[in-house]
């Protein structure tokens, strides 16, 4: 009798770990929709982006340094910038409105940004598109935490 329950008891965890790993599979990327999203995205990405963000996504030389005028270059896109280190909704807006406007939201003044705001000429879909392309060039380690700065972000009701 008690090894009956006992071997009920580790058939019940052997479901329970079944079923979590097929929620953890369910919760992944849906590989088309990003697939098709990401071919778009790029093309999106060479037209609009690369002349500052470079066509390899490197940004531009001494990008951690300001120019004379006080500008920041255009950083990376890669996994050496600092893109992933921001939610998707910061990086969202920074791309429609550029970054004067965005930092302002923010709270923070005095800054001369040389992002400019793709609103009038990307849509709301292609500036996720092309988000979607950046995004898919990180290795896995950048997307986990970026994704949960994501979550973050959507929990202060961002
Ligand atoms: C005219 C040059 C220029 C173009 C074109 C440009 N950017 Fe930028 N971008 C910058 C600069 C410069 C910064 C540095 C931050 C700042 O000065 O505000 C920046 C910063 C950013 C940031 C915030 C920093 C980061 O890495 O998280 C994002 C996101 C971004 N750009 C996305 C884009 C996307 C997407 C496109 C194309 C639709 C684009 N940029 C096109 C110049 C540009």
């Known amino acids: 009798m008690r090894l009956d329950r006992r071997q009920f008891m580790a058939g019940a965890a052997a479901l329970a770990v079944a079923g979590g790993a097929l929620v ?5 990327d849906t590989p088309m929709p990003e697939a098709v999203d ?25 990008w951690r340094s300001p120019g004379p005028d006080g500008v920041m270059p255009a950083p990376p896109h890669d996994r050496t ?24 939201r ?34 896995e380690r950048e997307r986990e935490l970026q994704r949960r700065r994501t979550l973050a972000e959507q929990m202060k009701g961002n």
Not at 24 to 28: A, E, I, P, R
Not at 38 to 62: I, M, V, W
Not at 81 to 104: I, P, S
């Open 24 to 28: 953890l599979s369910g919760n992944g």
């Open 38 to 62: 990401t071919a778009r995205g790029a093309a999106l990405y060479a037209e609009n982006c690369a002349s500052c963000h470079g066509a390899d996504l490197e940004g531009q030389p001494d």
């Open 106 to 139: 923010m709270g923070v003044t005095g800054v001369k940004s040389g992002m400019p705001g793709f609103g009038d000429s990307l849509t709301d879909a292609e500036i996720r598109a092309i988000l979607a392309f950046i995004k898919s060039t990180w290795p």
């Open 81 to 104: 910038g600092h893109t992933w280190h921001h939610g998707d909704g910061m990086l969202f807006d920074y791309t429609k409105l550029g970054g004067a406007e965005t930092l302002k």
